[in-house]
């Protein structure tokens, strides 16, 4: 969920993709999602369903997602999650429980034939199978796009990166991002148009906050890692911060209790990243070896990946890269 109350918070404005260059560390399994659900709700299952009934959706989304980056010279880093904290597991089972649901009713709308239905409900449906993690790194090695292995949250690893000057920009719908610390993030990558701009530092001089407050006015909203206080939204998580300075002075004040809430305060602060990683930014896309992978191994429709696959030998011309397959 990536705490959506914080967008009440956060300072974010458009800016024209023509303005952004660089490099963007990209929550991969938040973006990957997306393109996911999004080809699955829009697209014929046949144009991306193996002969053995395996779905491969993920494989036109990236072919479909890669070429805003190349259009616009940005390099894309995909940062992938590791293992989840323990702290998540509420949050994880929470979606199991909602998709189950989804299952459901899509069952249902089956037996009734209701095609809007199915079409929505099997978006919704859908998850990071292994066959789908596997065959996106796959695809993205041909396409020569950077990979970073996070130990845990893809997103608190991807501001790690900002932090440290490998790269220029968080990408990801989340605006637990801010919380990691990531300067600058960028936001509807994978939506029409122009993406968002969330600011860590105009964030915190219009609120007059420390980082640490902003984590603590987080945890008392609510995060994918806990329960906030019943009755604290945005505003009110912000004037009882300025009223008492730190989340420990605010429940004390009020007589509340947040479980775990020292362990989520320390996993923003100090999340579980790592140093150990490297990437060029010259990108040498292998195109031939890439579409057979995707036509040819995985059995998807030429005609559905024809114009991605256009439009990344196009940008990549145009911007010069020394080889193209």
Do not use: C
Not at 40 to 56: A, I, L, M, P
Not at 201 to 216: C, P
Request: charged share 30%; proline share 4%.
């Amino acid at each position: 969920m990536g705490n959506a109350a914080l967008r009440d918070i956060a300072v974010i404005e458009e800016i024209p993709f023509a303005d952004i260059e660089g490099v963007v560390a990209v929550d991969a399994h938040n973006w990957l999602y997306r393109y996911l659900t999004t080809t699955v709700k829009w697209t014929d299952s046949s144009t991306y369903t193996t002969g053995d009934g395996t779905e491969v959706a993920n494989l036109v989304g990236i072919v479909q997602g890669l070429p805003k980056f190349f259009e616009n010279d940005v390099t894309p880093v995909m940062v992938f999650d590791g293992g989840p904290s323990e702290l998540k597991d509420d949050e994880i089972e929470s979606r199991r429980e909602q998709r189950r649901s989804y299952e459901e009713q899509l069952e249902t709308a089956r037996e009734e034939g209701d095609a809007v239905a199915i079409a929505q409900l099997e978006s919704r449906t859908q998850r990071l199978t292994p066959t789908i993690q596997e065959t996106s790194r796959e695809l993205l090695r041909l396409l020569d796009v950077p990979i970073v292995e996070a130990p845990a949250e893809g997103e608190a690893q991807a501001a790690h990166m900002v932090k440290r000057g490998d790269a220029d920009y968080v990408g990801s719908e989340d605006y637990d991002a801010l919380l990691f610390g990531a300067p600058l993030t960028l936001r509807q990558l994978t939506s029409k148009g122009d993406p968002e701009l969330m600011d860590l530092e105009a964030t915190l001089d219009h609120h007059d906050l420390t980082l640490e407050q902003l984590i603590d006015a987080a945890i008392l909203i609510g995060t994918d890692f806990n329960e906030g206080v019943s009755g604290i939204g945005p505003k009110t998580a912000l004037s009882e911060i300025a009223d008492h300075g730190d989340l420990w002075s605010v429940l004390e004040a009020r007589g509340d209790h947040i479980e775990h809430g020292d362990r989520v305060r320390q996993l923003f602060r100090d999340p579980n990243v790592t140093d150990d990683y490297e990437f060029e930014t010259a990108l040498e896309p292998d195109l031939s070896a890439a579409r057979e992978y995707v036509t040819d191994e995985w059995e998807v429709d030429e005609d559905e990946v024809a114009r991605g696959f256009e439009r990344i030998e196009e940008s990549v011309t145009q911007t010069g890269l020394d080889r193209w397959t």
